[in-house]
């Protein structure tokens, strides 16, 4: 099942073009907020199981916003691939990798453009992002992803310049510029994904491959990064977890490249979809 935002509205999708208006669809049984879909993901699975397809309506790429548009809070792990951790000059974690947020203000949806800020070195990451759907306070690995509406796309957009100047890393300011947060085009159920922790993710910059991966690469696979989350946190529904990223950004390049305006990236996980952006 694919959990969208369009046009503001909470849709459960069909297929790419077509898809039930929750609140219509359901009179009135669910709500119309897009952030009202977590916490009730089960339930909304099952009705739409049944659901009229004659009540389906078209739905148009262009109107899919962000399907989670106001989380409370977004967790972001780093240097959780080992070839990641190497390209930018650190020693792969052992422990669980360093944990940081980025801001919800940064959130958009899987097309349209970014622009880049001053300092001329946003760089890429692609990423799976986990949408949490139920609390989860010291969850077991293996109750993770029974913890998970599901899983959606994207790009941890990051300032390099602001990332590493000063006294100590600004990874939480740096990654958190208007648009540097893209998800989407929609959220998968865990049940739709034939293997989560397999995964193959990546992007390119005006068509060029940049970044090739797949989940299998985890130090810390999904499962295992939350539940070591949970360990302190308190994940609620529509929380997003940023999982890490794949080696291939710009600042591991020889010269360092960054995205420039004009450019075109695209970004893609199996089994979930793709983002396009253009930078200006
Ligand atoms: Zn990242």
């Known amino acids: 099942m694919r959990f969208a935002n369009s046009a503001g509205r909470a849709f459960v999708l069909r297929d790419e073009i077509s898809g039930w208006d929750l609140a219509a669809a359901s009179e009135g049984r669910f709500s119309a907020d897009p952030m009202q879909m977590w916490s009730r ?27 989670v548009p106001t989380p409370g809070a977004i967790v972001a792990i780093g240097l959780n691939y080992a070839e990641h951790a190497a390209e930018t000059g ?66 941890d957009l990051s300032e390099r310049t602001r990332q590493f100047s ?19 085009p929609w959220v998968v159920s865990m049940d739709e994904l034939a293997d989560p922790n397999d995964l193959e993710l990546g992007c390119s910059v005006d068509g060029t491959v940049v970044q090739s991966g797949t989940t299998a690469r985890l130090l810390f696979s999904i499962p295992r990064s939350l539940s070591e989350l949970s360990k302190v946190l308190t994940l609620r529904p529509g929380d997003l977890v940023f999982t890490g990223t794949p080696d291939g950004v710009g600042m591991g390049m020889n010269p360092p490249t960054y995205l420039q305006p004009g450019q075109t990236l695209e970004t893609w996980v199996g089994g979930i979809g793709r983002m396009t952006h253009v930078m200006a």
Do not use: C, N
Not at 41 to 54: L, M, Q, S, Y
């Open 166 to 184: 000063g006294p100590a890393p600004q990874f939480g300011l740096a990654k958190s510029y208007p648009g540097f947060a893209p998800i989407g």
């Open 41 to 67: 993901h089960e339930e909304i699975r099952a009705w739409a199981r049944d659901a009229d397809a004659e009540a389906a309506v078209p739905v148009r790429p262009e109107d899919l916003d962000a399907p």
């Open 90 to 155: 650190f020693e792969p974690p052992t422990e669980l990798p360093p944990v940081f947020a980025k801001f919800p203000s940064a959130i958009t949806g899987a097309h349209g453009t970014v622009t880049l800020p001053e300092g001329g070195s946003t760089d890429w990451e692609v990423e799976v992002v986990a949408v949490v759907g139920a609390e989860m306070h010291q969850v077991p690995e293996e109750r993770v992803f029974a913890h998970l509406a599901g899983l959606t796309i994207g790009q």
